[in-house]
């Protein structure tokens, strides 16, 4: 199945990327050569196995419920690409 | 008399602890290095001269007051850029962490400290950790310090070249599809991948969450013990670390093989692999039988699905660990004038070419009417494998592979076809998707010099194993003691 530059902007849409033109064109070739050989995959009979999404061998782990974190300082904000004074600071969310 | 640059991390840490050599005179031996060869390696993307001295000036107080400092006591170490040093800039290699500065240290990094080893900088890797020749670095060149002319391998590309250059005495990597094993191999020092859950990952930065790992590189096998031993088990900041008891690992490794069973997986011995890559393997396996070890054919019959069940799955979690960087709170902002142009363009200027595809190729797999297809089937698949080497421990304690299918490639070989970048992992990869603890040890060079790794791969949780059938294969053999010249 060919992955077409339409699919390629929707997939940018939704991971929040803004491609280039010339991107988008590189991004859709390679995804369609890379999923292309990613299907031998549906040549094996997997109907009845469990999918794996981890290999913890002992379960969630729990920890009591106290609060450890100190309270948020200036060195939570030290790395802000923008601020004022506690705040992060960003463009306009409600119009 | 052996330059102290040179000395094993255990050497130099002992003779901090009988005060036969300061902290300082290690530090400064391994910035003299560091400013010598950098200029032809490239290792680091930050060395930390002034926060060195004063640690290690710190470590000589305490030696000086009767306090023990710790195992690795006073021994500068280097520390991949994916993992957190606090006050110390970490930008896992991209532009969109470039000034990102941690307000803490990660668990692994605190271990390190606490065990005394002293940080002397932050090591070049791919992007993210996406690569397998550190090429996709957007920060800076690594070169293979047996030829710069090659790849020193990846991720951890920066962490091999420095051990293997003599930077440091050891260093840390992160491997989530062979990104410590790999550079150990190209580079000829000792790398080791835990076990899933062996290691904390509070503080690394996150690639693929089900598969990331962090995992020591030094130039043996009791030096990468030693290291394991200070930064492994449990993390109440981590609810992935395993709560098993941490054995004491410097303990197995004079036991010898004799009587170990050994499998060798025949999926693992390919056709179109260099030649010299499975001589030297071929060659190693014989020398463990020498040493007594019961060597056996094995089968891993979904080894041939592992690259496209890891790139499916990896690169899943990647979609979804990797939204986090919005220019929001920390990391590269570019100018836009609504939050939603804020994100997309901030990502599209921070994000290099192959996180991109990874992003993407996530994405389309998780993405409605793709994800029965895709993820899910590759989760399934991952049961296949993962049982594969379950039937192989039911016969063998351990099994002995190569790390890759050639030894270190040329700057630029692989980097136009993002697929045959990806057949380097082909051998490691499985060893993820399995959750298993993996030795990458020298057995050897091929015709142009270049190192030959041989793979030790344990059953969960027994790294014990690996590190024995290791250190029985090094005093038996002298690959590892073989450095670059520079």
Partial sequence: MAITREQVRRVAALARLRLAPEEEERLTGDLDHILEAFARLSAIDTSTVAPTAHVEDFGAFLRPDTVENPPAGDESLANAPARDGRFFKVPKIIE | ?486
């Avoid at chain 2, 020193?152 to 051990?163: I, L, Q, Y």
């Avoid at chain 2, 080791?192 to 904390?200: D, E, F, N, W």
């Avoid at chain 2, 941490?246 to 036991?255: D, K």
Wanted: proline share 5%.
């Fill in chain 2, 1 to 486: 008399m052996t330059a102290l640059h040179e000395l094993s991390l255990r050497d130099a840490a002992a003779r901090v602890r009988r005060r036969e050599t300061s902290s300082v005179e290690l530090v400064r031996a391994a910035l003299e290095r560091i400013a010598a060869v950098e200029p032809a390696v490239g290792a680091f993307l930050t060395v930390t001269e002034a926060e060195a001295l004063a640690a290690a000036q710190a470590i000589d107080r305490r030696v000086a007051a009767g306090e023990d400092p710790g195992p690795l006591a006073g021994v500068p170490v280097g520390i991949k850029d994916m993992i957190c040093t606090k006050g110390v800039r970490t930008t896992a290699a991209s532009r969109i962490l470039e000034r990102f500065v941690p307000a803490y240290d990660a668990t692994v990094t605190a271990r390190l400290r606490a065990a005394g080893a002293v940080v002397v900088g932050k090591l070049n890797c791919d992007e993210f950790a996406m690569g397998s020749s550190t090429e996709n670095s957007a920060l800076g060149t690594t070169r293979n310090p047996w030829d710069g002319s090659r790849v020193p391998g990846g991720s951890s590309g920066g962490s091999g070249a420095a051990v293997a250059a003599g930077e440091c005495h050891a260093a840390l990597g992160t491997d989530t599809g062979g990104s410590v094993r790999l550079p150990a191999a190209f580079c000829g020092v000792v790398g080791l991948k835990p076990t899933y859950g062996r290691v904390s990952r509070y503080g690394v930065i996150a690639y693929a969450s089900s598969l990331d790992q962090v995992g020591p590189l030094a130039r043996d096998v009791a030096d990468t013990a030693l290291m394991l031993q200070a930064i492994a088990g449990h993390d109440a900041a981590d609810s992935t670390a395993s709560p098993r008891p941490v054995p004491a690992y410097g303990a197995v490794l004079e036991q010898g093989v004799l009587g170990l069973r050994l499998g060798l997986p025949r999926e693992y011995f390919v056709e179109g692999m260099q030649p010299e890559v499975e001589a030297g393997v071929r060659a190693a396996v014989r020398e463990l039988e020498r040493l007594g070890a019961v060597v056996e054919p094995v089968s891993l019959p979904h080894t041939e699905y592992a690259i496209a069940t890891y790139y499916l799955i990896a690169t899943a979690e990647a979609s979804s660990n990797l939204a986090r960087y919005d220019g929001i709170r920390y990391g590269l902002r570019a100018p836009a004038d609504s939050l939603g142009a804020m994100y997309e363009t901030s990502r599209a200027a921070g994000f290099g070419t192959e996180v991109k595809r990874r992003i993407m190729l996530g994405t389309y797999a998780l993405s409605a009417g793709y994800y029965d297809a895709y993820y899910l089937k590759a989760q399934q698949v991952r049961t296949l494998i993962r049982r594969d080497f379950e039937q192989a421990f039911q016969r063998c304690e351990a099994l002995v592979t190569p790390v890759a299918p050639t030894t270190a490639f040329r700057l630029g070989e692989k980097v136009a076809d993002p697929l045959t970048m990806y057949l380097s992992d082909i051998f490691t990869i499985s060893v993820n998707l399995a959750g298993l603890p993996s030795l990458a040890l020298p057995c050897g060079f091929d015709g142009a010099g270049l190192p030959i790794g041989l793979q030790v791969i344990g059953r969960p949780f027994d790294e014990e194993t690996v590190l024995r059938v290791g250190a029985a294969y090094e005093r038996a053999t002298e690959w590892h003691g073989k450095r670059p010249r520079l």
